[in-house]
């Protein structure tokens, strides 16, 4: 683990996290899931058809106002959860996401950005389903151990080391079912991805991030045409998704925001050989294993 890390309050939680990556922790009560049910509903009303047939990311709204009370209503269920399961941690904004149905659906392999400087802390998505996520809507799975791999920049200018091997990559994704209500936690860096929803119904989660209670958030930019291998680092506020509204921009011309730290990170190759990367998977987690034998 990273020097300065945010923990689960329970034992065994924190030592799955650290052999896994992912936990399936406690599930929320009927009443707020009903609560949380109820926010999703009264704030997307309006959506058209097409958020229901690909995968909607609510912070990549423009809409502050949209994200604003969104996050506030929905820390008002969730920020004791988030108390109950965790030391040392800030939170940053509440949103939902929107697993809709078809094919457009799929989130392919991935790793979330950085959004700590990972050689020093680390982060986790906490991710919960509003019901039940099952393989045929698109449960989450993930390699196991991978969050433990050398940490590179990620971000929106930056393409991901590992995404061209979807398919190479599939037999070692593990499905991760869960019943609504329940807090799946998983390291920033973990690969991991969600298949089609092939069911008749949508699916929606909340979602936030969680980094250590000191650690400055960061976020990493890359302008090819200044560095082909570095990335510069920005220090952003807590809430910075709610003001950040160029996701869906062309990477390169992203205008980074933040204040700009004296720091920059090389960036890690594009991964080439699925078969060695398999290898070094199957290593790692038996490595891990023998080191933690009692
Ligand atoms: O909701 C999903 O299906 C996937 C979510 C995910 O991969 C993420 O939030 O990084």
């Known amino acids: ?156 200018t930056i393409a991901g080391r590992y995404d061209h091997l979807h398919d190479q990559l599939l037999p070692l994704m593990e499905p991760f079912e869960c019943k609504a209500g329940t807090i799946l936690v998983f390291d920033s860096s973990l690969l991991h991805y969600s298949p089609a929803n092939l069911s008749n119904d949508y699916r929606v989660s909340v979602v936030t991030t969680i980094v250590p209670g000191n650690a400055q958030v960061i976020q990493y930019y890359n302008n090819p045409q200044v560095s082909k291998t570095k990335a510069e680092m920005y220090a952003m506020s807590d809430d910075f998704y709610l003001h950040f509204n160029n996701f869906l921009e062309v990477q390169a011309i992203q205008v980074p925001f933040g204040n700009k730290m004296n720091k920059e990170k090389t960036l890690g190759a594009r991964v080439v050989n699925s078969t060695l990367l398999k290898i070094k998977i199957i290593i790692d987690k038996y490595l891990f294993f023998v080191k933690n034998l009692k």
């Open 1 to 156: 683990m990273p020097l300065n890390s945010w923990s689960f309050k329970n034992a065994a939680y924190q030592a799955k996290f650290r052999k896994d990556g992912i936990v399936s922790a406690i599930v929320i009560s009927k009443e707020d899931l009903e609560s949380l049910n109820g926010i999703f509903e009264a704030y997307h009303v309006a959506l058209d058809d097409s958020y229901f047939r690909r995968f909607h990311v609510g912070i990549h709204s423009n809409d502050i106002v949209y994200k604003t009370q969104l996050n506030k209503e929905i820390a008002g269920i969730m920020d004791p959860y988030c108390k109950e399961l965790f030391d040392n941690y800030r939170r940053l904004i509440y949103s939902v996401q929107i697993k809709g149905t078809g094919p457009g659906s799929e989130l392919a392999l991935h790793q979330d950005w950085s959004v700590v400087d990972e050689d020093i802390h680390n982060s986790a998505t906490v991710w919960i389903p509003l019901c039940d996520s099952f393989i045929s809507n698109g449960a989450i799975h993930a390699i196991p151990g991978t969050h433990r791999f050398k940490p590179y920049p990620r971000g929106g």
